[in-house]
């Protein structure tokens, strides 16, 4: 569908948010927390591929989409064309909202955790646990105040449940996920987006204190290549072969390139969430091995 980029408005350093309407004024398909969009855009290399954006708006406000755009110096360009080239009045291509990070139901409590600008999806996720009276606590890290979008309506919303670490730390004291995660219940659920180092550590940690997977939820926003990154061979059980990803490459869309052959492997496109690629994040750890990709479409 077409719908018109109304209002962009700067929200923190290298974060613009768009929103988006129906340029007749129509009601926009419905989604729920944690729910994305794929919107076209322009790579540097000129050519056309879809990016997928966190829906962060309200989900009970079906007359816009707001989603937010983090700014990549080193990505392939769709960021770079969402805070250079998009302009008001804009007519942009968008798919309707899917939700591949959806809420657990009937959570005795939740623990919310985003880093950066994991805080897109998040924070729809907040307003509903609000409306319904839920128990939780938000935790929002980010470099800086300056760097923090939407700091100011988490702490509206969450008041004294919400803490936020500038440069890992809250008023001195570090984001402490071991003690965050120290007390696991049977029904309670935590959700953690952001970079893949936030994510493996909530994730590990999690594991370690006893919480079962399906009560941890995560949406990760990539992460780069490192010195210590090794070339790693990916088994295509359905198509009967091995493809080697290298350290470099660490998007889906790369993985791609390496061959046609690959029919089994849809995917909506590297996820934008934030502006930043969907990434295969393959690095080893002692005795493991982490590729992240989403089938049969993202994650």
């Known amino acids: 569908m077409k719908l018109k980029v109304s209002r962009i408005t700067t929200e923190a350093e290298r974060i613009k948010s768009f929103e988006l309407r129906s340029d007749g004024g129509e009601q926009l398909p419905s989604f729920t927390p944690g729910s994305h969009l794929v919107i076209q855009v322009q790579l540097q290399s000129g050519q056309s591929e879809g ?13 816009r989409y707001e989603i937010a755009v983090l700014r990549e110096e080193t990505g392939r360009g769709g960021s770079h064309y969402m805070h250079e080239a998009v302009v008001e009045g804009d007519l942009m291509e968008v798919s309707a909202p899917r939700n591949d990070f959806p809420m657990g139901s009937h959570a005795s409590h939740s623990i919310l955790i985003a880093g950066g600008i994991g805080i897109t999806p998040i924070l729809p996720m907040l307003r509903r646990l609000i409306s319904e009276g839920a128990s939780f606590e938000m935790h929002y890290a980010a470099r800086s105040r300056e760097t923090m979008a939407y700091a100011d309506e988490v702490e509206r919303l969450a008041g004294d449940r919400a803490t936020l670490y500038f440069g890992g730390r809250a008023g001195g004291t570090p984001l402490d996920i071991p003690a965050l995660l120290s007390a696991p219940t049977d029904s309670g659920h935590v959700y953690v987006c952001g970079p893949v180092e936030l994510i493996r550590a909530v994730r590990d940690t999690a594991l370690e204190k006893g919480w079962s997977p399906a009560q941890i939820h995560f949406e990760s926003f990539g992460g780069g290549a490192k010195t210590d990154d090794r070339p790693v061979q990916v088994e295509l059980a359905r198509s009967q072969m091995s493809v080697e990803v ?23 496109g590297p996820t934008g969430g934030a502006g930043s690629s969907r990434r295969l994040p393959h690095r080893i750890g002692p005795g493991e091995l982490h590729v992240y990709v989403r089938i049969p479409c993202d994650k």
């Not at 990016?51 to 007359?63: K, Q």
């Open 51 to 63: 990016r997928r954006y966190s829906i962060l708006s309200d989900v009970e406000d079906r007359t």
């Open 246 to 268: 290298s350290a470099s490459q660490w998007r889906l869309g790369d993985l791609r390139l390496q061959t046609r052959r690959m029919r089994h492997v849809h995917d909506a």
